[in-house]
T-cell receptor
Framework: RKEVEQDPGPFNVPEGATVAFNCTYS??????FFWYRQDCRKEPKLLMS???SGNEDGRFTAQLNRASQYISLLIRDSKLSDSATYLC????????????FGRGTSLIVHP | SAVISQKPSRDICQRGTSLTIQCQVD?????MFWYRQQPGQSLTLIAT?????????ESGFVIDKFPISRPNLTFSTLTVSNMSPEDSSIYLC???????????FGPGTRLTVL
């Protein structure tokens, strides 16, 4: 089993749709969780951190489910500019920095 | 967030040669990392660049193939030695403040080995 797994997609949705991605992780000791966005031929950029209580930033909501070992990203009212690859990152933290990236989920928002 | 630059942005190299990639940050940072991203794949951590000491390599990566320097808190280099076509990839440096914090990435170096 891979340490961090994501459905590669692509998720093909119309503008205005709501779309959700999940990311599962295998290590129950994992302590830090993030979502990054990567545009084609560009470097990854931090989208948001994922906190235990869940967090929201505008149209984006991230949640953590420790019992089932997954994090999720919900995008509401999708825009064309949301088209990108979304990477989840999990690391053990606690002095043992082992950041592990998922393969990414590709999102295509069409008119 | 830190501003990170990498040089070169891209290069095409012959088999058997070496290339050194530079990563410059506009502020002092605690942790610097080097990643590789092969076409259609996710990022793989090569090593953590430690200031004033040898880098910490991840499984599958060795110092002879990927020597790393970090002379101070704002600069690091990664050398890809004795290159083969399998080394064709994007190489990214990133910085972070601690093992709990997010990372910020440089723009990447796109390497093609013929």
């Amino acid at each position: 089993r891979k340490e961090v797994e994501q459905d590669p997609g692509p998720f093909n949705v119309p503008e205005g749709a709501t779309v959700a991605f999940n990311c599962t992780y295998s290590n129950s000791a994992s302590q830090s969780f993030f979502w990054y966005r990567q545009d084609c031929r560009k470097e990854p950029k931090l989208l948001m951190s994922v906190y235990s209580s869940g967090n929201e930033d505008g149209r984006f909501t991230a949640q953590l489910n420790r019992a089932s070992q997954y994090i999720s990203l919900l995008i509401r009212d999708s825009k064309l500019s949301d088209s990108a690859t979304y990477l989840c990152v999990v690391n053990l933290g606690g002095g043992s920095y082992i950041p592990t990236f998922g393969r990414g989920t590709s999102l295509i928002v069409h008119p | 967030s830190a501003v990170i630059s990498q040089k070169p942005s891209r290069d095409i190299c012959q088999r058997g040669t070496s290339l050194t990639i530079q990563c410059q940050v506009d502020s002092q940072v605690t942790m610097m990392f080097w990643y590789r991203q092969q076409p259609g794949q996710s990022l793989t951590l090569i090593a953590t660049a430690n200031q004033g000491s040898e880098a910490t390599y991840e499984s599958g990566f060795v110092i002879d193939k990927f020597p790393i320097s970090r002379p101070n808190l704002t600069f690091s280099t990664l050398t890809v030695s004795n290159m083969s076509p399998e080394d064709s990839s994007i190489y990214l440096c990133s910085v972070g403040e601690s093992s709990y914090n997010e990372q910020f990435f440089g723009p990447g170096t796109r390497l093609t080995v013929l």
